[in-house]
């Protein structure tokens, strides 16, 4: 008997579109929410891997809430670190392997050229030091069978997102004002759904090493010219679109000026990068468009 996939967090963004992908691929697959399994309880955690003896876990519950990490540093490294922590353990008692997804946020945000898979950590948030906290446990407890997915400025149809926002506010506003001096790779769920479970099967085959990935689109983009590129794929004006610096939106938790990633791992795992961000923004439109209309019942 086959031994399925276990997919943590099962009502996010993400993992819709996960679940879709292993659908697609014919893939045994267990989707458990936050309801059905806290990861921070270490007896639900043993008792899930052994019932379901998953052959791969991928972990997408996570604390995501940037800025209430600042002030709730304790209870977001329950979820971001501890709960890795614990679902490694599980996964080398049953020998599991275990996709972890992690964030841009674990760097400074301060470079200049992409970030590599090993290039130094040096996270500035809350959030960001529980990540790397949960990647580090991930990789100490599992050597050979543990994977980190770092991922950034994600959008997809099932959940709030920047694009999403930007196609609500052209209805509501004749001007945006956006953001134009924070770069990163703007990602599409549907497209990093589709790598994780290309990852899953080359590390199944012995085919893709255990370590860190880096899981964006091709090329970068500012905030401000993502939302340009939104209204011009709508065949609005993108001059609509005006920009403004960070410093304007006052956050609690600083937002990392150069989150761009390199993509070498892949090739290592005999697999290509995501493609570029336009091409998968531009695939991506219809559903989130549709997604949007849904939304406000029109």
């Known amino acids: 008997m086959s031994r399925p996939w276990l997919v943590t967090g099962a009502r996010g963004m993400l993992a819709r579109d996960l679940l879709a992908a292993l659908a697609a691929s014919g893939t045994e697959t267990v989707a458990l929410d936050r309801e059905q399994l806290d990861i921070t309880d270490p007896r639900a955690v043993r008792d899930a891997i052994r019932v379901h003896r998953p052959r791969t876990v991928v972990n997408l519950a996570a604390w995501?809430?940037?800025?209430?990490?600042?002030?709730?540093?304790?209870?977001?490294?329950?979820?971001?670190a501890d709960g890795p922590r614990l679902l490694a353990e599980a996964c080398a008692d049953s020998g599991s392997l275990l996709l972890q997804l992690s964030t841009d946020y674990v760097f400074p945000g301060d470079g200049l050229r992409p970030y590599g898979e090993q290039d130094v950590t040096g996270p500035r948030t809350a959030y960001g030091r529980t990540k790397l906290a949960g990647e580090r446990a991930v990789l100490a407890t599992l050597p050979e069978l543990g994977y980190v997915v770092r991922t950034a400025w994600l959008y997809g149809a099932h959940g709030r997102n920047f694009p999403r926002s930007v196609l609500a506010q052209e209805q509501r506003r004749q001007t945006l004002e956006v953001v134009d001096d924070q770069h990163g790779q703007?990602?599409?769920t549907?497209?990093?759904?589709?790598?994780?479970v290309l990852l899953g099967r080359a590390a199944e085959r012995g085919d893709a090493p255990p370590g860190v990935y880096h899981?964006?689109?091709g090329g970068q983009a500012t905030w401000f010219g993502l939302a340009r590129e939104c209204l011009r794929l709508l065949g609005a004006d993108p001059d609509r679109v005006r920009p403004v610096s960070s410093a304007a939106l006052d956050r609690p938790a600083a937002r990392p000026a150069y989150s761009v990633l390199g993509h070498d791992g892949w090739s290592g795992a005999g697999l290509p990068p995501i493609r570029h961000w336009r091409d998968a923004l531009a695939a991506a439109m219809p559903s989130l468009a549709l997604a949007g209309r849904v939304g406000t019942g029109s």
């Open 215 to 217: 899981g964006t689109s």
């Open 64 to 80: 995501t809430a940037v800025d209430d990490a600042e002030r709730h540093e304790d209870a977001a490294a329950r979820v971001n």
């Open 190 to 196: 549907v497209d990093l759904a589709d790598h994780l």
């Open 186 to 188: 703007p990602t599409w």
